[in-house]
């Protein structure tokens, strides 16, 4: 863009001083980047390693580099470092700094790269690091999760369909269905970093450089796998950022599923979970209050994560390659999602640590609403040689049998059963005992106690 005495664009004679003003006001990013210093020194130190191997700089200017960028690492860490929005971006003010620190042999820093690929190499370097982090935050929700299921095996309570009694289940086994969750989202994560694993370094602005540079010398010295293949996808491609955002919504959403359920089982109405004073709140005007205020932050917040992911896809439908000013806001929305989900995970491993199962509640709730008659209809399909179909419309006789006496199943005498079905035993009761139809899910993966423990050592033993 040519530009006129007055740095005004020349293609805009209306709109003076103003507007160059109001750009430098929104343009810079530096208070959102300042995040990536670490990678962007990292980045620059093996950047200026790989020129000297390559004899594009001599041994004494890489020397010198090194140590200014070394010296910037320590004041920024030390927050002895004066950013300053003029320069734009993290990037612009570590080279200045450095100009200050060594002099002109600064300009050497910047030979065959440009901020395009520099800012890409930093942020996947990033992203590998919060993975980390993110990965960690999820580990100590896991063990949280596996040390309320072991004190909870033989809790009793009914597992629901539609909200409604379904099937006698353990606590345990409720709980161990949220660490299923939370190691896919573990494996999503890891999954990003294998398709982030192309190192960007060396592309250059977008057409790569006349430069007899080595990239795989900086992918290896970067931890990458290999060097990407294309110039001009390298500096567009964002994928990795929706990657990112997209197991960050996932995993919020693991969370927020959660957090709903425990908030319907603390309300006075299921009353199947206690709440200790730590993670509830008090209301302003009705002193007898405890509101579960953390478990609705954590539902609320998916909408966060979700707005996160649509913000990046919207920036980058219909945008041409290569590389736009659009894609600047990839980082705050992603240090955004990232910070979200982490006080998410902290909060959330929080309150596994201060929940516990209102066990006689559980086991009330579990007694009502003819929760063992799928195991009556599997009793008649294994002991009288019928169908499932037949067994289950028997079964629906005796559920309609029960319901006009007011009865539950388990009150029902082998007499009245007989009416319906005059072959039964009197073994045929055992069937309404709720220890006994959850021990008799001993189907891979289903609910029976033994099963249970069994899923608690082998994830034990992974950790
Ligand atoms: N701060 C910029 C960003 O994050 C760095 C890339 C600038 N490149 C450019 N061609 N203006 O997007």
Known sequence: MTKNKNNQAIWNSRIKKNASSLFQKVGNSIDIDKRLYKEDIQGSIAHVEMLFKQKIISFKIKNKIIYGLTKIDKEITKNKFEFNKKYEDIHMNIEKRLFQIIGEEAGYVHTARSRNDQVITDFKIWIKNSTNEITSNINKVIKSTIKLAEKN?????????????????????????????????????????????????????????????????????????????????????????????????????????????????????????NLSDKVVTGSSIMPQKKNPDLLEYLRGKSGSAYGNLFSMLTILKGLPLSYFKDLQDDKEIVFKSNDNLNNCLKIFDEILKNCNPNKSKMLELANSGYITATDLADYLVKNHSISFRKAYQKTAAVVNFAEKRKKKLNELTLEELRKIEPKL???????????????????????????????????????
């Open 153 to 273: 095996v033989e809790t009793i309570m009914p597992g629901f369909t539609h909200l409604k009694n379904a099937q006698a289940i353990s606590f345990a086994h409720y709980l161990m269905s949220y660490v299923e969750m939370f190691n896919r989202d573990k494996k999503r994560f890891s999954n990003n970093l294998n398709s982030l694993n192309e190192n960007p370094l060396g592309v250059a602005a977008l057409a790569g450089t006349s430069f007899n540079i080595d990239r795989n010398y900086t992918t290896k010295k970067l931890g990458f796998k290999i060097p990407t293949n294309n110039s001009i996808d390298t500096v567009s491609d964002r994928d990795f950022v929706l990657d990112f955002l997209y197991a960050s919504s996932v995993c919020a959403m693991h969370i927020s599923r959660i957090a709903e359920e425990l908030i319907i089982w603390n309300s006075d109405g299921f009353n199947l979970i």
């Open 425 to 463: 035993k009197d073994d045929v009761l055992k069937v309404f005992n709720l220890k006994n139809s959850i021990n008799s899910k001993k189907s891979y993966g289903g609910t029976s106690f033994d099963n249970i423990k069994k899923m608690i050592i082998k994830y034990k033993k992974e950790k």
